[in-house]
Nanobody, 124 residues
Framework: QVQLVESGGDSVQSGGSLRLSCETS????????LAWFRQAPGKEREGVAS???????IYADSVKGRFTISRDSAKKTIYLQMTSLKLEDTAMYYC??????????????????WGQGTQVTVSS
């Protein structure tokens, strides 16, 4: 059974930093493309960043230069380092994975596995 478990969400002031983690289990980590998505209240879920098996990363324009996605094969975990947080970064953040190399952030249905989410709240 594939499981993705997110952690690290918190309440933080604007301009602050957070690091989210997503631990995987039940599937060979090194074949997975992995990503972070987020969903704010009343809005659609949107892609934030993805990373393929080689470590190549893609970012949404809204987070470029502020967020960094990374992966640790030994820990079977991916991370999202978030800096210079803005009010509009407030959302539930979800980890997602697929095992066929897909990294595009625009089609959610291509991401086969999902975590339960971790809440990030940015206040002024």
């Amino acid at each position: 059974q594939v499981q993705l478990v997110e952690s690290g969400g918190d309440s933080v002031q604007s301009g602050g930093s957070l690091r989210l983690s997503c631990e995987t289990s039940g599937i060979h980590f090194n074949i997975l493309s992995l990503a972070w998505f987020r969903q704010a209240p009343g809005k659609e879920r949107e892609g934030v960043a993805s990373i393929d098996v080689r470590g190549f990363a893609i970012y949404a324009d809204s987070v470029k230069g502020r967020f960094t996605i990374s992966r640790d094969s030994a820990k079977k975990t991916i991370y999202l380092q978030m800096t210079s947080l803005k009010l509009e970064d407030t959302a539930m953040y979800y980890c997602a994975a697929n095992n066929f190399g897909y990294v595009d952030l625009t089609t959610l249905s291509n991401w086969k596995y999902w975590g339960q989410g971790t809440q990030v709240t940015v206040s002024s």
